[in-house]
């Protein structure tokens, strides 16, 4: 299966952050800043697990991490900090299931893969194509298959998320 045209780029290539298992909400979106701008915000996303993710992490990198990622409440600030310091992509052994749908709805790009927490240590390279599922250790050469994404949800996210990707297709029909 190929990704549909646009945002999403074929392969998202960067360093790894490394996380544990039941990352929640809370730590990706302290709610002492539940209200403030997106720009202080971000200063606090996982800093309570790795106080240097917040000012360490680079546009393109990689958070891996163990199961259940994204559990607690359903806060939608908790993918928008990782969109917002320019992470490329979360690939976890598992994830919440409603900070899933709101990564894929903003147009972060998640990929549920057992078996990444063994194969990756912190500050490897990583390469993840989301069309096939794929992620690759670039320091081991190490190949893992994860869970493949649904085509819808490889649409939303090719779209940049689904604000994006309704527009586009109210542009579509307006212009019949």
Same mark, same amino acid.
């Given at each position: $299966?190929?990704?549909?045209?646009?945002?999403?780029?074929?392969?998202? +290539?960067?360093?790894?952050?490394?996380?544990?298992?039941d990352?929640?909400?809370?730590?990706?979106?302290? *709610?002492?800043?539940?209200?403030? /701008?997106?720009?202080?915000?971000? +200063?606090h996303v996982l800093e309570?697990?790795? /106080? +240097?993710?917040?000012?360490?992490v680079?546009? *393109?990198?990689?958070?891996?991490?163990? %199961?259940?990622?994204?559990?607690?409440s359903?806060?939608?600030?908790?993918?928008?900090?990782?969109?917002?310091?320019? #992470?490329?992509? #979360?690939?976890?052994e598992?994830?919440? @299931?409603?900070?899933?749908?709101?990564?894929?709805?903003i147009?972060?790009?998640?990929?549920?893969?057992?078996?990444? =927490?063994?194969?990756?240590?912190e500050?490897d390279?990583?390469? =993840?194509?989301?069309?096939?599922?794929?992620?690759?250790?670039? +320091?081991?050469?190490?190949?893992?298959?994860? @869970?493949?994404?649904? %085509?819808? $949800?490889?649409?939303? !996210?090719?779209?940049?998320?689904?604000?994006? !990707?309704?527009k586009?297709?109210?542009?579509?029909l307006s212009q019949?």
């Amino acid at each position: $299966m190929s990704t549909p045209e646009g945002w999403l780029p074929e392969v998202i +290539r960067g360093r790894v952050w490394k996380f544990g298992d039941d990352i929640s909400t809370d730590l990706l979106a302290p *709610g002492a800043y539940a209200v403030a /701008p997106l720009e202080e915000r971000k +200063r606090h996303v996982l800093e309570s697990v790795n /106080p +240097r993710f917040p000012e360490e992490v680079r546009p *393109g990198d990689i958070v891996v991490a163990g %199961r259940n990622f994204g559990c607690g409440s359903s806060r939608e600030t908790a993918p928008e900090g990782l969109k917002a310091l320019g #992470v490329g992509c #979360v690939v976890a052994e598992s994830f919440s @299931r409603l900070f899933f749908r709101n990564a894929i709805a903003i147009g972060l790009p998640v990929l549920p893969c057992p078996g990444i =927490v063994e194969a990756f240590e912190e500050g490897d390279l990583a390469e =993840v194509e989301i069309s096939s599922a794929t992620v690759r250790n670039l +320091r081991t050469g190490q190949a893992i298959q994860g @869970r493949s994404l649904p %085509r819808e $949800m490889l649409e939303v !996210l090719a779209a940049g998320g689904i604000l994006p !990707l309704l527009k586009a297709h109210g542009q579509e029909l307006s212009q019949r």
